[in-house]
């Protein structure tokens, strides 16, 4: 009986290890028609806890419109700006994604089945480490000035468009991922705090990057919003980071 048993929890593991990873139950990828650059989401968000990408899905539907397949190779791999490298189209040419899978898939499951929505532009890549320029997240003289979350209970970082982040319960590394995306570059947490808090954070969009970057309004830039409402400040470093390279990879996604 124990050498039944133990035979039984070694093809148990086995089978774990040779598992097939989760795929969406339909799903279509079409060159997309909208006439201009902006991405549609359904539901989508960042988490607050670690600010990756959340995948946008309502009742098990995935859809979004307009995204280039760079943007879709970031959110499956959970890659922030600059971390991707490849032929220019990745960030030009944009598709329309709609996708149906189970309600209760998980983030972690729904990045795989992203994955394997990559995989149909037969994307051959490689890793390479490369110094390249972040912005570290430290703290502002003064201090910092986020609210102290009240419990336990975590909710996604929210993006409002045009140039907003909504954050409850969210880490100082939640934080620093979610402030990659619209600051341009991977954005490390340098400030030393523990924690979780509540945040509203507002800027102007930018028209030159970087911290010197012209703003569409005259409002604050993402640089100014953060030392001036979270108490932050992001500063500019370089630091060695692993990429993929993308070697090769077909416009045309093989039929759905």
Avoid: C
């Amino acid at each position: 009986m124990r050498t039944a048993t133990i035979t039984f929890i070694a093809m148990m593991v086995v089978g774990s290890l040779n598992a097939a990873p989760p795929i969406f139950d339909v799903a279509s990828v079409k060159l997309s028609k909208a006439p201009d650059a902006a991405v549609f989401f359904s539901g989508g968000m960042m988490d607050s806890a670690n600010g990756k990408f959340r995948v946008p899905s309502i009742g098990g539907n995935v859809n979004i419109g307009n995204w280039t397949l760079g943007g879709l190779i970031a959110a499956a791999w959970d890659l922030g700006p600059g971390q991707l490298s490849g032929p220019a189209w990745l960030s030009t040419d944009r598709y329309d994604i709609a996708a149906k899978t189970s309600p209760q898939a998980t983030q972690a499951e729904l990045r795989l089945m992203l994955q394997s929505l990559a995989d149909r532009f037969r994307l051959a890549t490689h890793r390479e480490t490369k110094e390249l320029a972040v912005y570290a997240l430290v703290v502002a003289k003064g201090g910092v000035k986020l609210r102290a979350s009240k419990g336990d209970q975590q909710s996604p970082v929210l993006f409002a468009p045009p140039s907003r982040l909504i954050g409850q319960g969210s880490t100082m590394q939640g934080l620093a991922n979610a402030l990659g995306r619209p600051a341009g570059r991977k954005v490390v947490d340098q400030t030393g705090v523990a924690g979780t808090f509540d945040f509203s954070l507002v800027w102007s969009p930018d028209v030159g990057a970087g911290p010197g970057g012209q703003t569409v309004d005259n409002g604050p830039s993402i640089f100014t919003a953060v030392q001036e409402q979270l108490g932050l400040r992001l500063e500019p470093q370089k630091s060695q980071v692993e990429i993929p390279v993308v070697d090769h990879a077909e416009k045309i996604p093989v039929a759905n």
